[in-house]
């Protein structure tokens, strides 16, 4: 017989669980509809630039002129990654699938890198600093806090830095890697080339932009243009995993409170039936014991 | 004409318009109703609107790109101050 007592105590414990996980179901679903709604208003403002860059590309593909952002010769030498990670736990498999992206992208692409002392990484969010200060592996710089106030102020100020770090030759390759937010209860893991740019720019190839004035001039413009448009794509990518880490953390813990409902049906229902097998003992025994008096 | 003026965080504004004057790399220039399709990057400086009323919007933006096409003006703002 199960002890009335313990059980009572167990119940109790795991209701103020569930009202915990709960609550911060609460919070990470109003978090995300904010997260969601600035992913939203980037759109059409990342959409034009690229629709505006695609038209223009082909004047830096017709003139010979150098691009500085694109592939060097030879392999990477030295390669930076950048991992998007939350500051907080309790989101499921967020965090922990950027790490394995992470180990398996080191052994898989940059064994010859990390022998030579060549790949250097750096964290945003707390989680994925962790680890890799646990892998003794080579941080560059270390930004979490940039997730307390994510503008694209902030951040275009940390994605300048990367960039200028590429065009000084200290890296040749940066890759971010992160998880993109598909929906609430979907998040895709994706590993971005952020430098160096693809000189393909896909997209449609024919004259979209002949009939247009330039100022100053196509090549300038386009000069211009790309690293902004990186700098969007950088910011894109901080929103996304914003958006997904809430998103992860509101399924994480709906099924969590989830769990804990289903476990207080039983704990009750374990509790009354230990209730009724007392009470029917308690009966018992002033029953015979009235009967025991009578003869 | 229409217009739209977008950062990246929002959408500072977005109707019909009369004119506007913005500041081009190659000087300050005022796009007007059928004004030829242009591409342009744009400087720190002010953006003056114009709206249908006649009444002026002015807006300090501190770089960008727009473009002009059809009487359909898109202005991509760095930010807006």
């Known amino acids: 017989m199960a002890n009335l007592k313990a059980i009572r105590v167990r119940l109790s414990s795991v209701k103020s669980t569930r009202q915990i996980t709960s609550a911060m179901k609460m919070v990470a679903a109003s978090r995300l509809r904010k997260a ?9 403002y990342a959409d034009k630039l690229n629709e505006i860059l695609i038209g223009l590309n082909q004047a830096l593909n017709e003139t010979e002129t150098e691009n500085i952002y694109a592939a060097r010769k030879g392999g990477p030498n030295r390669v930076l990654l950048i991992l998007l990670t939350s500051n907080k736990g309790l989101c499921g498999g967020f965090n922990a699938n950027v790490i394995r992206e992470t180990r398996r992208l080191i052994t898989d692409k940059y064994m010859e890198q990390i022998r030579g002392g060549n790949l250097f990484f750096m964290p945003i969010g707390k989680k994925g600093q962790d680890v890799l200060r646990r892998m003794k592996l080579n941080i560059l710089e270390e930004h979490n806090e940039i997730y307390s106030n994510l503008t694209f102020e902030n951040t275009k100020v940390l994605s ?37 740019v693809s000189d393909h ?29 990186l700098r969007i794509q950088f910011y894109k990518a901080l929103l996304d995993s914003f958006a997904a880490e809430h998103g992860a953390r509101m399924t994480a813990m709906h099924q969590a409170t989830d769990n804990a409902t289903e476990l207080i049906r039983d704990l ?6 230990a209730r009724q097998a007392a009470i029917t003992n308690q009966l018992l025994e002033v029953v015979s014991g009235a009967e025991a008096l009578k003869g | 004409m229409k217009i739209e003026i977008i950062t990246p965080d929002n959408r500072i504004y977005a109707g019909e318009i009369r004119s506007v004057r913005v500041p081009g790399r190659k ?7 059928d004004h030829a399709p242009i591409i342009s990057t744009l400087d720190r400086g002010p953006v003056i609107i114009s709206d249908e009323q006649g009444n002026e919007v002015r807006y300090e933006i501190t770089g960008g790109v727009i473009e002009v096409k059809r009487n359909r003006i898109i202005l991509l703002a760095d930010a807006v101050i």
């Open chain 1, 36 to 44: 969601q709604d600035r992913i939203v208003q980037l759109r059409p």
């Open chain 1, 268 to 273: 009750t229902l374990q509790y009354n039936k």
């Open chain 1, 160 to 196: 300048d830095r990367i960039i200028n770090m590429y065009l000084t030759k200290e890296f040749d390759r940066v890759e971010i890697i992160y998880n993109q937010f598909k929906n609430a209860a979907v998040q895709r893991l994706t590993t971005e080339v952020f430098l160096p």
């Open chain 1, 201 to 229: 720019v896909p997209g449609k190839t024919e004259a979209l932009h002949s009939d247009y004035i330039y100022e100053p001039d196509q090549v300038r413009i386009v000069e211009e243009l790309i690293p902004k448009s």
């Open chain 2, 27 to 33: 000087g300050s220039f005022q796009v007007l109703k």
